[in-house]
């Protein structure tokens, strides 16, 4: 295994695409967490407190938007099996690390840590954009709680990002699937149950179709650096309740478990 | 130096049958050549050799499969496809990425890059390289470990003709250090002057497996040209034992007879030999009689629209 991250670590150092996704999540953060934060010293309405911290952690993730360091470093695990196959690497790679295992896991755990890493140094750019401007700094339990929820998001994030590549083994389709599944397939699968629930005897009961609403795996995890009082802002409208940050959280890590799962069946399986 | 050992090969694509049942043996010391048609299963019968694709069968390089080999690049390289790599990796990093997990020093990389000739474009990007100094980069990673085996597949595709001579020296000369070389080509004059040994196939089976001098010496299409002033006597004689005879000009071209049948048919039947000269078919001569029937990929002469 020792063997397999060492190729990990090289291949991630001598590529272009690392230092640009890194780069740009790091200085898309700066600039948008500083511009949050200087709207957010000039607002007559904003409350401050705890929120504060959440808002400019996540660039308005917080507040329902997507989390874009995420989709951004997300691309890092797609391209950590896809240039694999984009490039006609995988035999390169398989003949000079032919355990599979090995080649697989090393690129989970290698995906896992630069997206945290990258993950916890965006969150920290948001205390900056607070020190910047005199806001106010976050409780520690807040500080923890949102930090921790949006490392483990946006790991898990990547992590489902690199399955995709390994199962449909086609960069710009695995692209595609990281982009499209968690902001458009999670909408209409909303919108349709919103359509169901409202036209339904009972719009406001709970349990029924509303609970598919529970399970859909980047809404659910995006429960661990959501407000409370936006989290399952929709599930709550139509009588279903969130299962909040650890549920949420669970829900997402067992979606990506699983798609990790039949990525990791099939690279077995498969010809290289 | 390794016995490369490749036991009842097979492989399906499908309904298809790519590789069937192959079964031969590469010996240290020795250039193997691998020749059939398109579509034979040639690079199928290489990757399964090394564990890339799944099939049946099984191949081991003194006694141990390729996954059970410590540190695969150090006992055999391997070249596979034209240009595996990413196009803006460095080609010395390319390397470096190959030798990171199998404890290869980045000297070695210095030296191999220098070996194949791309000194001076170590830090250029890969993607702009032509398909000649692409494939010298895979001949490098192949390389690398200094490994006492090669598994070359289409080495010479792109290369220029001193990149041909280059390689083919190159490549007698690991040979002649006791290492096993299995190359695959389609240019068979050079396979001719290059390989040893021959392992040829059509349709995923195996068509012949032996020396070079052996499958071309037993192709039908060798010939003896007789001069002689006595062809009306001689051209029943040998057609007696069995052989060909074919008059052109003043000569009798003989084929299914050797020049010493010949001399003895003739010294029987009291006819002079004015000049007995052996021509060999050449190996594409052989290897087109050998694969006539096994062809995946068929074209016309015809080429307009009816």
């Given at each position: ?16 695409s690392?230092?640009?996704l890194?780069?740009?999540a ?40 997507p989390l874009l360091m995420a989709y951004v470093v997300g691309l890092l695990g797609v391209f950590s099996t896809g240039h ?27 995906t896992?840590?630069?997206s ?37 998001y946006t790991a898990l994030f990547a992590l489902s990002g690199l399955a995709f590549a390994a199962l449909v083994r086609n960069q710009t389709a695995a692209v595609a699937l990281l982009m499209l599944v968690p902001s458009l397939f999670e ?30 795996p980047y809404?659910?995890g ?30 997402m890590?067992?979606f990506v478990?699983?798609l990790l799962?039949?990525a ?9 | ?306």
């Open positions: 295994m020792i063997d397999a991250l060492r190729y990990e670590y090289v291949r991630l150092r001598t590529i272009r690392t230092y640009w890194i780069g740009l790091l200085v898309l953060q700066l600039v948008l967490a500083l511009l949050i934060a200087w709207s957010l010293d000039r607002s007559t309405t904003f409350g401050g407190g705890d929120e504060t911290f959440d808002i400019l952690a996540t660039i308005g993730g917080s507040t329902g938007a694999e196959y984009r490039h006609g690497m995988i035999r390169a790679t398989l003949t000079a690390i032919p355990n599979r295992t090995h080649v697989f896991w090393a690129k989970v755990v290698s896992a840590a630069v945290a890493v990258t993950a916890l140094l965006c969150v920290l750019i948001g205390l900056v954009g607070i020190v910047a401007f005199g806001l106010d700094l976050p409780s520690g339990t807040r500080f923890l709680e949102v930090s921790a929820g949006t490392v483990l909408f209409v699968v909303q919108s349709i149950v919103v359509i169901i629930k409202t036209n339904s005897d009972d719009p406001r009961g709970s349990g029924g179709v509303t609970t598919i609403l529970k399970f859909l809404d659910a995006s429960q661990m650096y959501v407000q409370s009082s936006i989290d399952g802002f929709v599930q709550r409208a139509l009588g279903a309740e969130p299962f909040g940050a650890v549920g949420g959280g669970i829900v890590g067992v478990a699983v799962g039949a990791y069946a099939l690279f077995l399986r498969r010809d290289a | 130096m390794a016995l490369i050992e490749a036991r009842s090969l097979g492989k399906s694509f499908g309904t298809q049958r790519a590789v069937d049942d192959l079964s031969f043996t590469v010996r240290p010391g020795s250039v193997t050549g691998f020749l059939g048609p398109n579509g034979s299963g040639k690079s199928t019968t290489m990757r399964l050799m090394l564990g890339l694709d799944r099939g049946q069968g099984v191949t081991t390089f003194d006694g141990l499969t390729f996954a059970e080999l410590d540190h695969p690049v150090r006992h055999v390289g391997a070249l596979l496809e034209a240009k595996p790599f990413h196009p803006t990796r460095t080609a010395r990093n390319h390397l470096r990425m190959l030798a990171a997990p199998n404890g290869i020093t980045d000297r070695r990389v210095d030296e191999v890059i220098e070996m194949v000739g791309l000194a001076g474009v170590r830090g250029g990007r890969p993607g702009k390289f032509s398909l000649g100094m692409g494939q010298r980069l895979g001949i490098a990673a192949a390389l690398l470990g200094d490994p006492h085996t090669l598994i070359l597949d289409e080495p010479s595709n792109g290369l220029d003709p001193q990149g041909i001579t280059w390689l083919r020296n190159l490549l007698k000369f690991l040979a002649a250090q006791g290492r096993s070389v299995f190359v695959s080509s389609h240019l068979l004059q050079e396979m001719g002057v290059l390989a040893d040994e021959l392992v040829v196939i059509g349709r995923g089976r195996m068509l012949a497996n032996g020396p070079v001098r052996d499958f071309v010496s037993h192709s039908g299409l060798g010939s003896v040209t007789v001069l002689t002033p006595d062809a009306a006597t001689l051209g029943p004689a040998l057609q007696a034992l069995g052989a060909t005879v074919t008059p052109d000009g003043d000569a009798l071209v003989v084929r299914g007879a050797t020049a010493e049948q010949i001399g003895d048919a003739a010294h029987a039947a009291g006819v002079r030999l004015h000049q007995l000269a052996t021509r060999q078919a050449t190996l594409e001569e052989a290897f087109l009689e050998a694969t006539g029937l096994s062809e995946e990929f068929r074209g016309t002469q015809s080429g307009g629209a009816a």
